[in-house]
């Protein structure tokens, strides 16, 4: 993320790193890096495309983790973090208003109760530790000091390789029994009351020590460092929100202004895409020009 203050500027400033970011974009597409399905695939194409190697970068861990199967990295083929001057990284810190990533209970539901309980082991160590990395034994251990380690089994499994898991675990591929529950409880960063160490196997001091792959060993390398972590704190890069809290509840938006304020998402929307694949300079202009009086009229209305 690059760090941009923003509080107190005038709205058209604020806007600058926007149109700074659809530039990028639309220079990418000019130059044939930018994949020419982007504005009509979905989760599972571009998925599909990471575990095929089509991908040359991505922003997000979270979608090429699929690439960097034991056998590539082991023949030192892998997706590996390259940070860039500017990049900060961001922690939004703790709000006292809460998030947007929230956990309720139907109000048809059968069982209310026993759903509060599942949830409730959700946010438990054992939980946190069972819904991320499967049952312990499997893919996961704890030695005989009471630290954490990958299995040699996990070795290969992580993050969500399709790996046969055994019949007494219940059969099938690792990757098929993963949590597939698109939320979060603890942050992996927080540490494991019992073991002391993180709940992110990837920074476990046996992960650590272990022998790295050749991806990892060539990245740890290159960058002087264990962890990308480690590079963003050596760097001074990281930085964390101050949490902000007026003592009054969030103000709820007047009815009026939301339908505006959503007319004018979908117009960003529209010409965002059409400015990324406009074919020259002048029809990128054009579109920006077009876009602009649209939100005003908008507004206007």
């Not at 979608?63 to 390259?82: F, H, I, S």
């Not at 499967?134 to 790996?163: Q, R, S």
């Not at 675990?169 to 160490?197: A, C, M, R, S, V």
Request: overall charge neutral; some cysteine; aromatic content about 12%.
């Amino acid at each position: 993320m690059v760090k941009r203050q923003r509080v107190g500027l005038p709205i058209r400033l604020r806007v600058i790193p926007y149109l700074e970011g659809l530039k990028f974009y639309y220079d990418a597409n000019q130059m044939g890096l930018l994949d020419p399905d982007s504005l009509t695939q979905k989760f599972g194409d571009v998925s599909s495309k990471f575990q095929d190697g089509q991908i040359l970068f991505s922003h997000f861990p979270w979608v090429d983790n699929v690439y960097n199967t034991p056998e590539r990295t082991a023949a030192g083929k892998g997706l590996a973090l390259v940070p860039f001057s500017e990049e900060k990284i961001t922690s939004y810190g703790q709000s006292p208003y809460g998030g947007n990533r929230i956990w309720s209970i139907g109000s048809k539901a059968k069982d209310p109760a026993r759903v509060m309980e599942f949830v409730d082991w959700l946010f438990t160590p054992e939980g946190v530790m069972e819904s991320n990395y499967g049952p312990k034994g499997l893919a996961w251990d704890i030695d005989e000091n009471g630290k954490p380690y990958v299995t040699e089994y996990g070795w290969k499994a992580l993050p969500a390789n399709a790996e046969p898991v055994p019949a007494e675990y219940g059969g099938g591929t690792f990757k098929d029994g993963i949590n597939q529950i698109n939320n979060t409880t603890l942050k992996l960063t927080n540490i494991h009351p019992e073991t002391g160490e993180p709940y992110d196997y990837n920074i476990w001091n046996s992960t650590l020590n272990h022998d790295p792959d050749p991806v990892t060993k060539s990245w740890r390398e290159a960058m002087g460092v264990m962890t990308a972590k480690e590079y963003f704190v050596k760097n001074e890069m990281i930085e964390v929100s101050k949490p902000f809290f007026t003592t009054e509840t969030p103000a709820t938006m007047p009815a009026q202004m939301q339908q505006k304020i959503s007319g004018i998402g979908k117009i960003t929307k529209e010409y965002s895409w059409k400015m990324i694949y406009a074919k020259n300079e002048m029809e990128y202009n054009q579109l920006s020009e077009r876009a602009r009086l649209r939100r005003s009229c908008t507004i206007r209305s």
